[in-house]
């Protein structure tokens, strides 16, 4: 697969983390272009596995990773803990986990951007999809042909925090009176008077995070990863997250503090918090300067560490 389809973002960081076991069983839950999975093969010895998680057809059939070490598996990351179980075999005797890692990179892959068919990127003039996985679900037309006002409006907040989200739901109400809009460029037209003619760009990147995020149900299926790859890590094993966006980095960061995606506490009867996992890092890591200039999408990324501890959630 060519380094143009997706550049990994905190690569050497997030790898070297992960990989404490050379003979070890680790997951790449989201594939993309193969990145980081090839940096985790190459640090596994002869006894090391990986499994490999992307619902994007087209990521799956772009694969140039030929390594009987990798097994890639098409589906959501949701089904983290379905998989690696029904691939790896049973828990162990102690009801724990069996994998020594677990990586997710949270962003958008470089292709999908780029591809102008698949609707993700307001550059392009294109069907308003959005799907991740495009056999399935609701694109993001659909969204916007069948949901009503105060619904777009709450996704606008919600997700890409749109200052002024009422007045475009109610503009998206009112074209689509007169025809559907199925086209990134009929949205474009849709909604124009309501963007700020300083910073257009910076207000539709945050509208098409929002639509994005609820066509794939991201933050649904980022709660079941985070729940699956619990069950599945043993203890010790490490989890690295790179979100791109406040509401996944709060997710994941209440997660590893509590074993809850609301940050909601669970204590025994000492008081100590009952959590899957213990913090590696107690600030995100950032990607360094050079890192930005080169990949200017790495801007937002922050990694999470985590290590598997005995208790279970």
Do not use: W
Request: with cysteine; net charge neutral; hydrophobic share 40%.
């Amino acid at each position: 697969m060519p380094e143009t389809y997706h550049i990994p973002v905190l690569l050497h960081e997030s790898v070297d983390a992960l990989v404490t076991n050379p003979d070890g069983i680790y997951a790449d839950a989201t594939f993309g272009g193969g990145g980081h999975s090839g940096a985790i093969l190459g640090k596994l010895g002869k006894g090391g596995r990986l499994l490999a998680f992307d619902q994007d057809e087209d990521a799956i059939r772009n694969c140039s990773i030929r390594d009987k070490r990798l097994t890639l598996i098409r589906a959501n990351f949701r089904f983290i803990e379905n998989f690696a179980l029904y691939e790896t075999g049973k828990k162990d005797a102690g009801g724990h986990g069996v994998l020594d890692g677990v990586l997710a990179d949270l962003g958008v892959s470089s292709h999908q951007f780029d591809t102008a068919e698949r609707g993700f990127s307001f550059r392009f003039d294109a069907p308003l999809d959005m799907r991740m996985n495009e056999n399935a679900g609701t694109s993001a037309a659909d969204l916007i042909a069948g949901y009503s006002q105060e619904e777009i409006e709450r996704i606008l907040r919600l997700y890409g925090e749109v200052e002024n989200s009422r007045k475009i739901a109610m503009l998206i109400c009112k074209a689509r009176e007169k025809k559907r809009i199925s086209t990134t460029g009929e949205l474009h037209e849709a909604i124009a008077t309501a963007l700020p003619r300083q910073a257009e760009h910076k207000a539709l990147a945050k509208i098409y995070q929002a639509l994005r995020i609820e066509v794939n149900q991201e933050m649904k299926s980022l709660e079941k990863f985070l729940t699956g790859a619990a069950a599945v890590l043993k203890p010790g094993g490490r989890l690295a997250v790179i979100t791109y966006h406040s509401l996944e980095d709060r997710m994941v960061k209440n997660f590893i503090r509590t074993g809850n995606a609301d940050g909601t506490q669970t204590k025994d009867m000492y008081g100590n918090i009952l959590a899957p996992f213990r913090a590696v890092n107690r600030k995100p890591i950032l990607p360094a300067e050079e890192e930005i200039s080169a990949n200017t999408r790495a801007r937002s990324a922050k990694l999470r560490i985590a290590e598997r501890t005995e208790d279970n959630i």
